[in-house]
């Protein structure tokens, strides 16, 4: 099932536009422990990287990833917290 990202109403939202690889990582572990167990963590960063990074660390840790959006300049990358 594919969801429509551009309809998803993040829990929170985390800007790491101004940091260069690993700050936006380091930035999400820190964000998702704000958002609850089945809510939606919304990643933005401008780093290249960060969309490699991001679904292979949500999936070590046992999130969802579901995926990016570009956004004007950015990524909007989405997680969504399972434990």
């Not at 780093?47 to 490699?52: E, F, G, Q, R, V």
């Not at 999130?63 to 990358?77: P, Q, V």
Request: hydrophobic share 40%; proline share 5%; net charge neutral.
């Amino acid at each position: 099932m594919s969801t429509d990202l551009s309809n998803i109403v993040a829990a929170k939202v985390v800007d790491a536009r101004g940091s260069a690889c690993p700050g936006p990582l380091l930035e999400a572990k820190k964000g998702i422990g704000a958002v609850a167990v089945c809510e939606i963590l919304e990643i933005w960063s401008g780093d290249p990287s960060t969309k490699n990074d991001i679904p292979r660390w949500a999936e070590k840790v046992g999130h969802e990833y579901l995926g990016s959006l570009a956004a004007d300049g950015y990524d909007r990358i989405f997680i969504k917290r399972l434990k």
